[in-house]
């Protein structure tokens, strides 16, 4: 006679928490890799060198129109993080714009205007800007925060302090990219985790 089954049950909340994690794993992985080809490569920022990772372009490939808003977006980061830090809280696009902050509120002569939406996810923040004509590019700002505690040990020293790594004022850790691509494969309607598989393209300043 078989004896009786015994079936392990899990919560709905923990396979949530483990998803979770193996995201964030994920996350860092691609983190380390894009700190390494950082690292080894020698050419010009201009250019695209085998070392750079195949999503990714140094901004100064843009035409000057769009240097000047990927500029305004690195602005706009700072300001949104200082919110973040100061708040405890991700500052609202209709926030931004009632403050009159970057980068919802461009002060960039003759840009062409951008429809702003803040969406969040677990650890995943995208503050995303779609062109209000339909045509055009269409702009990326993700914030990776990790879980309280997790992948940290006592005594860790902190985060580096570089173009994709940034502390807020309370000491958390971020990690921070810029993304753009046409306009034409339409708005993301959900948090994008991982921008590089839908088609964008990070964008550097270093």
Known sequence: MVGPLTVQVRSPSARRETWRFFLWCAAVLAACAVAIASRVRASAP???????????QHFSVLDGAEQRRFLELREGILEIENIRGREGRWPSVEFLRAQALPP???GLPDAPPLKWQLREYGDYVNYTAFPESGAGQQWLILFIEPPKGLLKTPHEPPAPLDEEHHTLSDGTALHVTVWRKDASSGEPQVVVPTPAMENFTQLLGR
């Open 104 to 106: 919802v509120v461009s």
């Open 46 to 56: 201009g250019q695209n060198s085998p070392e750079r990772l195949p999503y990714q």
